[in-house]
């Protein structure tokens, strides 16, 4: 089955500057690689995602990479602000018709410092 | 429009005892799927409906745990004989083709 690796486990930045996380996976037919954050006592929310047929993707200050041949995906946050402070997690999954189970990484604690 | 919800939001259990956890997924989702997430740890999957047929259950741990969506909508997921290693926050999701929407969660406290 599938395994995804996250790193670091915790990041700690002071305001104003990025953050990247990194994420490995191992099944090459994984093709849909969700991005979500999770604050202290609620849902995993999603805030991107990238399909296997994009090299990058772009929101206002989040951006999402991804290397195929690599099986490398990160996600990038410019301009960190204290409401970023949240633990972020990587998945990967195969889509199809139906039944796209999540093979989750193991989370990041991102703390972002005044 | 109203998201996904769960309830119980807590359940506390003595060791032993049967619980039963409900998720109420986006109206007019056909896939829903179970989670269970250990404290500090990323969310594993458990099992996924689609419409009211179960087709994959291969994350359920042991035959202590069964899930049920008997009419495509509401889903159960149920523990027998509850341990400790059960704690854990058990998430409920439903879905579009792609992206999966979570709901609040059910946190188990097994005693």
């Known amino acids: 089955g599938e395994n995804v690796e996250q790193h670091p486990s915790t990041l700690s930045v002071q305001e104003g500057d990025s953050a990247v996380i990194k994420c490995t996976y191992s099944d090459s037919a994984s093709n849909y690689f969700p991005w979500y954050k999770q604050e202290l006592g609620k849902r995993p929310q999603l805030i991107i995602d990238i399909r296997s047929n994009v090299g990058e993707k772009k929101d206002q200050r989040i951006a999402v990479t991804l290397n195929k041949t690599a099986k490398h995906f990160s996600l990038h946050i410019t301009e960190t602000q204290p409401e970023d402070s949240a633990v972020y997690f990587c998945?990967?999954?195969?889509?199809?018709?139906?039944?796209?189970?999540?093979?989750f990484g193991t989370g990041t604690q991102l703390k972002v410092e005044l | 429009g109203a998201g996904v919800s769960q309830s119980p939001r807590y359940k506390v259990a003595k060791r032993g005892q049967d619980v039963a956890l409900r998720c109420d997924p986006i109206s007019g989702h056909v896939s829903l799927f179970w989670y269970q997430q250990a404290l500090g740890q990323g969310p594993e999957f458990l099992t996924y409906f689609q419409n009211e047929a179960q087709l994959d259950k291969s994350g359920l741990p042991s035959d202590r745990f069964f899930a049920e969506r008997p009419e495509g909508s509401v889903s159960t997921l149920k523990i027998q004989r509850t341990q400790q290693e059960d704690s854990a926050v058990y998430l409920c999701a439903s879905s579009t083709i792609n992206e999966q929407f979570f709901g609040p969660g059910t946190r188990l406290t097994v005693l």
């Open positions: 998945a990967a999954s195969w889509v199809t018709g139906g039944g796209n189970k999540l093979t």
